[in-house]
């Protein structure tokens, strides 16, 4: 009888620093970096860039791709890097990425995804993503600055602060 008790009493005292562990992790406090102005930041390190009319986005091609830019419902291959508009674009804070640049393409190391440039449509990327691929050619590299109105506006992703654009380096490999 006593032994159980004690396997009791043990059992619950664990029971209740696993739960002061939970407690404590709760209270981490996410830091916003700080991130500049679309226009500013395209200014400072894209000085002739333009921003596509009436979008405010900015897609700076680094490496003319040939052929046709891709249509709604094509299948597109791509490597890409996102990163925060904090520090000039080589030394930006990666947020995501997908660019392994392995010796032979396959599935596994690049992201595929259809072209779909309905604005009604319930969408698999960010609205930006989609306007930035409909600009470029197969074999293109570029540089997408993106709003936040055509990301993620006011919500928080991760270490993405609210209201904040965004850079994405990109490469289209393949349309299909």
Known sequence: MVRKLFAGIIVFSLLLVACDKDEEEKEIDIVDIEVMDIDEYAALYFPDAEPIDS???????TEEGVGEVPTDGELLYAYYVGKLLDKAPNEATPFDTLHHRPDSISNN?????HMNMDKEAVRQYISGWYSGFAQLKKGSKAVFLIPDSLAYGDSRRGIIPPNAALMFEVELLRIK
């Open 55 to 61: 979008i405010g986005m900015y897609v700076i091609v």
């Open 109 to 113: 190391s690049l992201i595929s995804f």
